[in-house]
């Protein structure tokens, strides 16, 4: 694979004529060209062949402009967004369109974006200088404009931060709406002169880590036209399953909390009644409201257009793999082009794990559906999952064919307080019992899974003779009696044995910073191109947790609304746990584990109530790629009668020292 660096610089800057800098760029351009002919309308596809687009234009001439975007949330108050572009001069001085990179996020002014936490800069005329990422560097010689979007309420938007609701999303697709000549543009913040996008095609392709994939997400989930793509990097489809989980509250705040620290001081002063609203419909009992409603995107997916290249760490624990694997299953009822990378770190950008091949498919991929492309980028294997650091396989489709939700159940084992986990059922009156210690977490209960402990119940596999893969999510149905009126609850999957993996847990959530740099695209004295460059951050441990989920037991009847639970009681509840891709090698022990508060996940419930768990009633659906099949033949070593229909069956993903920062 080529590496991509610093010799993209375009060598022509100090070019005049328009004329010879036309003649240049259809010299130095490949077969597949990046511009065919002149564009025939707004919002036209260049339909070049094969091949990809190439950095034909100058970064240093590039045209650097603000403008503001009218944004009508619903209200008679109509605002203004901040909307900073980057775009090659060239194609405008010879009278064609280009088609836009776009990132909308409430986060440069406030905390900065990528492993270097970058922020807008601007001159003294207030044009931009410096804008984080790699995206204008490598893009903007390529032929695509790059476009920054400051949400409402933030940096020098107009309006006011609503975390993921009609506020976010409109002030982002207002924008879109703009490039298509749809919405209306000034000048400045207030008055101004009226601006167009006459240089844009209106193709636009949103990307964003975090809170600005969370923003793409719930932008094509509108509809919108013009947006052909989104590549949202570890997001959110919902929010309520940010901060709850069937209940359990997740972090300290609820969405003001956010809006607050996100917000510009002049948003401070005018958000008063927002901020009150963000208090009032997020209660922090669980209970879903109007609130969680307008801000979950899945429940749209119907509407999505565009395709979408999603990017997860398999150990996101800010947010968790649950957003991707309702929002992938949602999408895949829908037919929407998909691909997807998998990586085993926590909440960090690609671009940082595995940044040269990184690099090179997002090139692929915009050219393919920004500026039309045959490059077969949309052919290629669906699935990129990393399984040891650095080390990654392909799949053709996700999860893979023959993935199938099959039942395993806990029971009693030889040795008290350490069960077994398998496919026949506990005997009727088989109880495990445990009390809920919200001092431990999901490290201490898997590290003394092999031995009787008061805060979990352990089950374990035996020893297994084949490499045992799960693919997707999975569902723990437990029957359980509380002592007290309010419990949590825990489930958590783990891979007993060695294995090197990325320290998602250390500070740099399974990357290692480094001090040299490598630059990717072109750059200014302004904007260098230049970033550090990083490893994996690997360690050996002789088990892994994998996936998890949480609950409270109010929730029990109702994953939207709470009821009191009476001690003595037994309830019925169903945690979902988070998707994943996961082999469990040959030798290797497969383990599930039940415990109240998973400390540092969620927080404490009001009682440490002791829970009395039905065996009988108790069961794990998780999804083997080769279902029943395949987890008979791993613990047994020998082959399977075929199981009842029930048993075993075709599954999707189902709905399945943190920064608390999407």
């Known amino acids: 694979m080529p590496k991509l660096q610093r010799n993209t610089r375009i060598p022509w800057t100090t070019l005049v004529a328009t004329a010879l800098a036309a003649l240049l760029a259809v010299l130095l351009s490949p077969p597949g060209q990046a511009y065919a002919a002149p564009d025939r309308?707004?919002?036209?596809?260049?339909?070049?062949?094969?091949?990809?687009?190439?950095?034909?234009?100058?970064?240093?001439?590039?045209?650097?402009?603000?403008?503001?975007?009218?944004?009508?949330?619903?209200?008679?108050?109509?605002?203004?967004?901040?909307?900073?572009?980057?775009?090659?001069?060239?194609?405008?001085?010879?009278?064609?369109?280009?088609?836009?990179?776009?990132?909308?996020?409430?986060?440069?002014?406030?905390?900065?974006?990528?492993?270097?936490?970058?922020?807008?800069?601007?001159?003294?005329?207030?044009?931009?200088?410096?804008?984080?990422?790699?995206?204008?560097?490598?893009?903007?010689?390529?032929?695509?404009?790059?476009?920054?979007?400051?949400?409402?309420?933030?940096?020098?938007?107009?309006?006011?931060?609503?975390?993921?609701?009609?506020?976010?999303?409109?002030?982002?697709?207002?924008?879109?709406?703009?490039?298509?000549?749809?919405?209306?543009?000034?000048?400045?913040?207030?008055?101004?002169?009226?601006?167009?996008a006459g240089w844009s095609t209106g193709a636009v392709g949103m990307i964003g880590k975090s809170y600005d994939g969370t923003v793409a997400n719930g932008v094509a989930a509108t509809g919108v036209d013009g947006l052909k793509t989104i590549v949202p990097i570890g997001a959110i489809s919902s929010w309520y399953d940010y901060y709850f989980a069937k209940g359990a509250a997740l972090f300290g705040s609820g969405p003001d909390g956010l809006a607050h620290r996100v917000g510009s001081d002049e948003a401070h002063a005018r958000c008063a009644d927002v901020q009150r609203r963000l208090v009032e419909g997020a209660p922090r009992n669980g209970d879903w409201t109007p609130l969680w409603t307008e801000r979950d995107y899945v429940r749209d997916a119907a509407r999505v257009k565009a395709s979408v290249f999603a990017v997860h760490g398999m150990q996101d624990l800010n947010v968790r793999t649950k957003h991707l694997g309702q929002w992938w299953d949602a999408l895949a009822a829908n037919g929407v082009e998909r691909k997807i990378w998998l990586s085993s770190a926590g909440h960090v950008d690609p671009f940082d794990f595995r940044r040269e091949a990184w690099v090179?498919?997002?090139?692929?991929?915009?050219?393919?559906?920004?500026?039309?492309?045959?490059?077969?980028?949309?052919?290629?294997?669906?699935?990129?999952?990393?399984?040891?650091?650095?080390?990654?396989?392909?799949?053709?489709?996700?999860?893979?064919?023959?993935?199938?939700?099959?039942?395993?159940?806990?029971?009693?084992?030889?040795?008290?307080?350490?069960?077994?986990?398998?496919?026949?059922?506990?005997?009727?009156?088989?109880?495990?019992?445990f009390t809920d210690d919200p001092r431990r977490s999901e490290a201490d209960w898997s590290a003394a899974v092999d031995r009787a402990t008061p805060e979990k119940a352990g089950f374990v596999t035996r020893p297994l003779t084949r490499d045992l893969r799960l693919s997707g999510s999975s569902t723990v149905r437990l029957r359980v009696t509380p002592?007290?009126?309010?419990?949590?609850?825990?489930?958590?999957?783990?891979?007993?044995?060695?294995?090197?993996?990325?320290?998602?847990?250390?500070?740099?959530?399974?990357?290692?910073?480094?001090?040299?740099?490598?630059?990717?695209?072109?750059?200014?004295?302004?904007?260098?191109?230049?970033?550090?460059?990083?490893?994996?951050?690997?360690?050996?441990?002789?088990?892994?947790?994998?996936?998890r989920g949480w609950a409270d037991l109010g929730h029990y009847a109702s994953a939207r609304h709470g009821r009191a639970v009476t001690p003595g009681r037994p309830y019925t509840i169903t945690l979902d746990l988070a998707a994943t891709d996961h082999v469990v090698p040959a030798g290797h022990r497969l383990a599930l584990i039940v415990a109240g508060t998973d400390a540092g996940l969620i927080e404490p419930a009001s009682t440490t109530p002791q829970l009395t768990v039905d065996l009988a009633a108790t069961s794990a659906d998780l999804p083997f790629v080769g279902g029943y099949r395949a987890f008979a033949r791993a613990t047994s070593g020998v082959g399977a009668v075929p199981p009842p229909a029930s048993a075993d069956r075709p599954r999707g993903l189902g709905v399945p020292s943190l920064t608390h920062l999407p």
């Open 41 to 196: 309308g707004r919002g036209e596809h260049r339909q070049a062949g094969s091949g990809e687009s190439r950095p034909v234009h100058s970064y240093a001439r590039a045209v650097r402009e603000s403008v503001w975007v009218e944004v009508r949330t619903g209200t008679r108050r109509t605002d203004r967004v901040a909307v900073d572009i980057v775009r090659p001069r060239e194609p405008a001085e010879q009278g064609r369109r280009v088609p836009v990179i776009m990132d909308a996020s409430p986060y440069y002014s406030c905390c900065g974006r990528g492993n270097e936490s970058q922020k807008k800069t601007y001159d003294e005329r207030g044009n931009p200088v410096q804008f984080p990422l790699h995206y204008d560097n490598y893009f903007v010689p390529r032929g695509y404009a790059v476009v920054l979007v400051d949400l409402a309420g933030t940096n020098r938007s107009d309006g006011c931060v609503d975390v993921g609701g009609r506020s976010d999303v409109q002030s982002a697709k207002a924008v879109v709406d703009w490039l298509n000549g749809r919405a209306r543009g000034y000048g400045s913040r207030t008055g101004g002169t009226p601006v167009t």
């Open 360 to 433: 090179t498919t997002l090139h692929r991929w915009f050219d393919h559906y920004l500026l039309g492309y045959d490059n077969g980028v949309e052919r290629e294997p669906m699935a990129d999952v990393e399984r040891a650091p650095d080390q990654w396989s392909t799949d053709r489709a996700w999860p893979p064919a023959g993935t199938r939700a099959t039942t395993l159940r806990p029971s009693a084992g030889p040795v008290a307080g350490v069960g077994t986990l398998g496919l026949d059922q506990a005997r009727p009156g088989t109880t495990a019992r």
């Open 483 to 547: 002592s007290t009126s309010s419990a949590h609850l825990s489930a958590v999957l783990v891979d007993l044995g060695p294995a090197a993996v990325r320290d998602y847990a250390a500070d740099g959530e399974g990357i290692r910073t480094l001090p040299d740099r490598t630059c990717w695209g072109s750059g200014t004295t302004g904007d260098t191109g230049c970033f550090k460059r990083t490893e994996a951050d690997a360690r050996q441990v002789d088990r892994t947790v994998f996936s």
